[in-house]
């Protein structure tokens, strides 16, 4: 058995075991029965069909959308004059900040979640709808602030140079040169922001769950009263979402690049 056999092998368990509790999940998200069983007894589509339908079901995963859509617009708000500033004048203190950025992301959601309800509580401001998009876009600007720290270390100092030369003052060379070259780093950070603020709970729970119920609140909430399959069908509602997300930004940019790879 040839060395490489062997790592086919090893990697193709591997895969199946990574994939074992998805296919479950969307096995019981088919049941015809409204019962946690594996393999489904019958085949049901109709548990997708309620998530869309039925009004709790679909105005949390409209609250978790529209979430998700400021939330990440505001980390990209936020990561791309960073990024700009920190690769046009390279200064150290802006590498501090950049840092500083990275933290929230870093530390444990719990702990993150714990001070955003501190913050908003001594504010006065707990409960409000937008809490949660603030919350989210600063727990989540350090995956476009990573995105767009990589786009601008790509780009060549002499295109800059060169428009200057010609006339352009700094917001024309940003409009027009700048700009188009970073845009698939740009649309690569807010799809990572927004896929994961999509899935996020603690945040949000901590944020604004009294008030206004995401859908990993809903599946969660659920779980009180009894399992239904459309937790399930939402669950892989979220896969395929993310798949969709991340193809399409495969399909823009260079992935391994996005994500981080070097290239020769």
Do not use: C
Request: proline content about 6%; charged content about 10%.
């Amino acid at each position: 058995m040839t060395q490489a056999l062997v790592r086919r092998i090893f990697f193709s368990l591997l895969a199946l075991i990574m994939a074992a509790p998805l296919l479950v999940v969307l096995g019981v998200s088919i049941n015809s029965k409204k019962s946690l069983t594996f393999p489904p007894q019958g085949f049901n589509m109709g548990w997708y069909l309620d998530l869309f339908r039925m009004p709790d079901w679909s105005g949390a995963l409209l609250n978790s959308t529209i979430i998700a859509l400021f939330s990440a617009s505001f980390a990209v708000a936020i990561a791309f004059p960073l990024a700009w500033f920190n690769w046009r004048y390279r200064l150290g203190w802006v590498k501090a900040i950049l840092a500083i950025g990275l933290i929230p992301f870093l530390l444990p959601p719990v702990i993150t979640a714990m001070g955003f309800l501190s913050f908003w509580t001594q504010t006065g401001l707990y409960g409000q709808y937008w809490t949660v998009v603030v919350s989210h876009g600063i727990f989540l600007v350090s995956l476009p602030l990573v995105a767009l720290a990589l786009g601008f270390g790509s780009l060549d100092d002499s295109l800059s140079e060169a428009a200057a030369t010609m006339g352009a003052n700094n917001r024309t060379i940003l409009r027009t040169v700048i700009l188009p070259l970073v845009r698939p780093y740009v649309i690569s950070g807010f799809a990572f922001a927004f896929v994961v603020s999509l899935n996020e709970y603690l945040v949000a729970y901590m944020t604004v769950g009294p008030v206004l119920e995401t859908l990993p609140m809903k599946i969660f909430n659920s779980l009180r009263y009894g399992y239904t399959p459309v937790m399930a069908s939402a669950s892989i509602f979220f896969v395929v979402v993310t798949v969709v997300v991340f193809s399409l930004v495969a399909r823009l940019g260079d992935l391994p690049r996005l994500l981080g790879a070097h290239t020769k």
